[in-house]
Each structure stands twice: as structure tokens, then as C-alpha cells.
């Protein structure tokens, strides 16, 4: 079985994308198995830019094949924001709390119609000698107060077409299979059961 490290901390990530791909041959870890890999520097002008370059970063301290996912929520009454920066919104140390206390605020008041927001999630996969991404969006519209307990991040604002529920009021396997980082994550199963490359990748010992 090959080793496979997603280039996250976030508890939340890590369970989603190992159950999406759980059925590969696999054994998947995370960078809580690897406590030597630097904080990752997120500073991206795009989603899709810190996406490869934490997939890339985490590759390079591990020399194991590492898939990294970058996320964001795309409003359109605002022009795309908060997109590449969703996660520190607010600030770098913001909880999700005060991102979505700030967003719904600059949405008061907005009619239902213009409410429209997308999730928009990239993967990378980099190897050795290798690179693949891959996209995943999820078209939806913006609540007007928090809903649900479930997920993380932007989850209890988004409700996503074809749902009355938000992201945070959905099952974990509902969320599983129309979210955008699920739809990234099939894209990208495809790719890794095509890839050769896994079984080339040097391995590395942990920490």
C-alpha cells in the first residue's frame, strides 16, 4: 500500500478527504504524522496557486507524494470576495465565527436573488516528476443567519441549489456527495488510479 500525505492540519479536511478516497489502496496521513513540516505559507494570489504551492512544499519536506487541497467561498455581490482569502477574512487568527460574522455583515440586507456565492475547491497531487490538479465548484446562495452544527468554515452560511439546508445542517455523507471539494476529489480519484507515478515516489521516514 502507498503512502499518500495530505498537506493539511485541519481535522475537518483530513476526515472528508479520507473518506472520499478511502476506497483507494492507499494509506493515507496527514502533516500531523510529520511535526518537522513548517507552518505552510498560504500567500497565493489564487485558490489554485495555494494549492500547488502547499502540494509542492509538502512534497519537498517528505519526498512522498502529497495532495493538497485549497478552498474558498466566491460571492458575487462581492465581486468574488472572500475567494483566496476566505480563511483569514477577518484577519490570519480568525475564527470561522468572525468570518462569517463579517460576511454576513457586509451582506445585510441584500435580496435573496443576489445572494449568489459559490464554494470552489482545488487539488493538487505532486510527485516525483509529477503535477495534477484538479477543480471542484459548488453553486449555492448565501443564508441569512447561520445554520447547523455539522462541517466547518463557511459551512453554516452556504445552502447549496437543489437544498433548503445549509453545508452545516447537511450529513457528513449528503455534504459528501455535492460539495466542491468532493467534486475535485473524483476528479482527482480518477487521476490517482491512472497515475503511475505512486509507486516510484521514494520513501521518507516520518517527522
Not at 478516497?21 to 493515507?28: G, M, Q, R, Y
Not at 507552518?39 to 493538497?68: C, M, Q, W, Y
Not at 466566491?74 to 475567494?83: A, C, K, M, S, T
Request: glycine content about 8%; aromatic content about 6%; overall charge neutral.
Amino acid at each position: 500500500m502507498k503512502k499518500l500525505v495530505l498537506a493539511t492540519r485541519n481535522s475537518y479536511k483530513i476526515e472528508e478527504i479520507k473518506t472520499l478516497l478511502a476506497d483507494l489502496d492507499l494509506e493515507i496521513v496527514s502533516l500531523d504524522d510529520f511535526p518537522a513540516v513548517p507552518p505552510l505559507v498560504e500567500d497565493g494570489a489564487t485558490i489554485e496557486e495555494n494549492s500547488v504551492k502547499k502540494a509542492r512544499a509538502v512534497f519537498h519536506h517528505t519526498k512522498l507524494p502529497s495532495l493538497a487541497d485549497d478552498s474558498g467561498l466566491e460571492v458575487f455581490y462581492l465581486n468574488g470576495r472572500p475567494g483566496v482569502r476566505s480563511a483569514r477574512y477577518t484577519g490570519d487568527d480568525a475564527s470561522d465565527e468572525e468570518n462569517n460574522g463579517r460576511l454576513l455583515s457586509e451582506m445585510r440586507g441584500v435580496a435573496p436573488r443576489r445572494r449568489r456565492a459559490q464554494f470552489r475547491a482545488v487539488i493538487t497531487l505532486v510527485g516525483n516528476g509529477f503535477q495534477e490538479s484538479a477543480e471542484g465548484v459548488c453553486p449555492g446562495r448565501l443564508a441569512e443567519s447561520p445554520r447547523g452544527t455539522n462541517g466547518f468554515g463557511y459551512d453554516p452560511i452556504f445552502v447549496p441549489d437543489g437544498f433548503d439546508k445549509t453545508y452545516a445542517e447537511l450529513t457528513a455523507e449528503e455534504k459528501n456527495l455535492i460539495s466542491h471539494r468532493a467534486r475535485a476529489l473524483q476528479k482527482m480519484r480518477e487521476i490517482l488510479k491512472l497515475s503511475s507515478f505512486l509507486q516510484s515516489s521514494p520513501a521518507a521516514a516520518r517527522g
